[in-house]
């Protein structure tokens, strides 16, 4: 079985301060994703990574970065955390050209 | 560009209710659709797909038919259990290196005993 696994289901951090979120894959898949899940809007994609090192921006990439310096390691970064980040985060990964993301258990962030 | 609307919710229905949840996209090309389920407390797994016109998807009692003519994805089971409660998402992707996917906004099914 596919795992995705992400460093914490619940976080709470302050204004400003700079937040990581972890996701690790199991089956050497090429493709992971971040997104965020808000009431009423769905999933949106943050950013992905479709190699080691490479990163494309997805549809709200701004007041994030991410790293992908090895290829189960996908990592979200929250440079300065703003209430307005305080959200529900999926990771994700793929199989390229495979039609089924998998995806972890979520972070539930709350920036106070 | 690519999206999905499908029907707001919450959607309450009682056990053995047939249920329906309406999903139409726009796309261009061919894409390929999905059904996501979300479980409280836990992250999205895929529930069914279909890759080609008049493809049905199905899985644990669940249907959808990939219409190109009407671009719906509509989801359908016909007797519902209070297990099913969940949001569901339907997504498209037009495939490519990144399989990226574009989501739908996501109705809540809530199954009463």
């Known amino acids: 079985d596919v795992k995705v696994t992400q460093s914490s289901r619940y976080l709470v951090k302050r204004t400003g301060e700079k937040v990581f979120l972890e996701c690790v894959q199991d089956?050497?898949?090429?493709?992971m994703f971040w997104y965020r899940q808000d009431p009423g809007l769905g999933l949106r994609l943050i950013y992905f990574?479709?190699?080691?090192?490479?990163?494309e921006k997805g549809d709200i990439p701004e007041g994030y970065s991410v790293s992908r310096e090895k290829k189960e390691r996908f990592s979200l970064i929250l440079e300065s955390a703003s209430t307005n980040q305080t959200s529900m985060y999926l990771c994700?990964?793929?199989?390229?050209?495979?039609?089924?993301?998998?995806f972890g258990p979520g972070t539930r962030l709350t920036v106070t | 560009g690519n999206s999905v609307t499908q029907m707001e919710g919450p959607v309450t229905l009682s056990e053995e209710a047939f249920l329906t949840i309406n999903c139409t996209y726009t796309?261009?090309?061919?894409?390929?659709l999905f059904w996501y389920v979300q479980y409280p407390g836990e992250g999205l797994q895929l529930l069914l797909k279909?890759?080609?016109?008049?493809d049905k998807g199905s899985n644990k009692g669940f249907e959808a038919t990939y219409r190109k003519e009407t671009t719906s994805f509509h989801l359908e089971k016909g007797s519902v259990q209070v297990s099913d409660s969940a949001v569901y998402f339907c997504?498209?992707?037009?495939?490519?290196?990144?399989?990226?996917?574009?989501f739908g906004t996501g109705t809540l099914l809530a199954v009463q005993p």
């Open positions: 089956m050497d898949h090429e493709n």
């Open positions: 279909a890759t080609k016109a008049d």
């Open positions: 997504a498209l992707t037009n495939g490519g290196a990144t399989n990226k996917l574009i």
């Open positions: 796309a261009t090309g061919y894409p390929s």
């Open positions: 994700a990964s793929i199989w390229a050209n495979s039609g089924e993301q998998y």
């Open positions: 990574s479709y190699d080691v090192k490479m990163k």
